[in-house]
């Protein structure tokens, strides 16, 4: 048992805390919501394909990086940067973008998050006939509704961030990461049984490759980004808690696989579940012939289908399933908060309770804004994510590549993996790291920004 790390800056107990609590971090909304309906409107199986060499090849090597700084310095993302470059504020900076980032990215997943938990009271309140309040409570453009649920979640991550590192985050993960793959694992046997879900599976499990473009390369990178958590430099602070005695790339390894199966498993639910929802006479097309995505697709399909599904089966599954995407949420937002709460830690030497307090309270006050503005989150989404985390992930792999250089770094992950010179991984990670990595995403980003303006 760690001694209060409530007060200290805290350390993982174990191995598998450390690596629960990083795919507790990349397993969220980007994963359940996100995944799923990047499929349903990017040709299936192709676009599974295409995110998953993007996340082993390109997504796995930044892990490493990110990881590796983290433990190398035992700092949060702008200490580290300046650790490992002699306090050159220019190198900072790439912390701070990161910073800035999970900040950013925070403040709109928070709101979601709260329709995650407003969506469980909704069902039940369709359940007890109080239809009323059911769709009162179900507007995602309810301004006070979201502020509600906004301040609800809120509350409930800096309430883990308080405990610390291993006594808070350490602690909540172990409890809801074995939850959360229980729930999902029994909605999928549920669903693939009933009616319509085959047409879903095969929908989900063809490939249509004539799909594969540009624009589904460079949205496939950007979940990958957002999915394992990268970019913004939530595994280097999760990193620098990390003991000297474990093996970053394996636990990288871990905690991308776990990744990947997850959001894999969420597609088996959801797709299967959108045509189990046709099959009960739920419209899951748009007017142009495609599937229903986004937003509408986890608070609009879904929602009808538990609701023709009726009665208290109806009920259950849908406040199980809106149980799961919450889980699946707060164990990334706590990812998020740890990144700025570290910093106001380490830099200005606040303590933990105060720095999550005072962070929370601001952070709250942007998803306060974006309550009654939501239109703000698909901003806030290209900006922070589609630009934001890939333009993170490339400054990381350069500054890695050319000024730490990846003999420093491979002598880092020497700790805990003492024969690792001699493996094929560091062979072939240096370039990943130095060339593959930096130029798809630089190559990604340029396209998406001339298509942009
Ligand atoms: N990986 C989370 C998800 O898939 O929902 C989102 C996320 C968490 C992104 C933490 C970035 C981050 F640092």
Not at 26 to 54: E, K, R
Not at 143 to 166: D, E, H, K, R, W
Not at 194 to 210: K, T
């Amino acid at each position: 048992m760690a001694i209060s790390d409530a007060n200290t800056r805290g350390s993982w107990n174990s191995k598998l805390g450390f690596i629960l609590a990083a795919a507790g971090s990349a397993v969220g909304l980007g994963n359940i919501w996100g995944f799923p309906t990047q499929v349903a409107s990017n040709g299936g199986a192709a676009f599974l394909f295409i995110y998953l060499i993007c996340a082993f090849l390109i997504g796995f090597p930044v892990m490493v990086a990110e990881i590796t700084i983290g433990r190398k310095t035992g700092r949060n993302p702008v200490g580290a940067f300046k650790a490992l470059s002699d306090n050159k504020w220019t190198y900072a900076l790439i912390g701070m973008w990161g910073v800035i980032c999970g900040v950013m990215i925070l403040s709109f997943y928070n709101v979601i998050a709260g329709w995650t938990v407003s969506y469980v009271f909704e069902e039940v309140f369709y359940f007890m006939g109080m239809q009323d309040w059911a769709t009162y409570i179900s507007d995602t453009d309810n301004g006070p509704i979201n502020a509600v649920f906004s301040t609800i979640f809120m509350a409930a991550t800096v309430s883990i961030i308080l405990g610390g590192v291993s006594d808070g985050i350490e602690r909540a993960t172990k409890l809801m990461m074995p939850l959360l793959i229980g729930i999902l694992i029994i909605m999928i046997g549920w669903v693939l049984t009933q009616e319509g879900a085959g047409v879903g599976l095969r929908e989900y499990l063809y490939p249509d490759f004539s799909r594969v473009g540009v624009d589904l390369v460079f949205d496939a990178m950007g979940q990958a980004f957002f999915s394992l958590s990268l970019g913004m430099g939530a595994l280097i602070t999760y990193g620098s808690y990390l003991s000297k005695k474990e093996n970053v790339p394996g636990a990288a390894a871990y905690v991308t696989l776990a990744d990947t199966s997850i959001a894999f498993l969420a597609g088996l639910l959801i797709i299967p579940a959108m045509y189990m929802a046709q099959a009960q006479g739920v419209a899951i097309f748009d007017d142009s012939g495609n599937l229903l995505a986004s937003t509408s697709l986890i608070f609009q399909v879904l929602p009808q289908l538990f609701h023709e599904l009726g009665g208290t089966l109806g009920m259950v599954v849908g406040v199980v399933f809106f149980l799961l995407l919450s889980i699946a949420a707060l164990t990334s937002t706590i990812s998020l908060l740890e990144v700025p709460v570290s910093f106001a830690i380490d830099e200005f030497e606040i303590p933990r309770k105060k720095a999550a307090q005072i962070i929370g309270l601001g952070i709250l006050a942007i998803s306060l804004i974006i309550s009654f503005n939501t239109s703000l989150i698909g901003i806030f989404v290209i900006i922070f994510n589609n630009i934001g985390l890939p333009l993170g992930g490339l400054l990381i792999c350069l500054f890695l590549g050319y000024y730490w250089k990846t003999e420093n770094a491979l002598s880092e992950m020497e700790n805990g993996s003492p024969g690792i010179r001699k493996t094929l991984f560091a062979k072939v990670w240096p370039a990943f790291v130095m060339v593959i990595a930096p130029l798809a995403i630089a190559y990604n980003l340029w396209t998406a920004l001339s298509n942009l303006f």
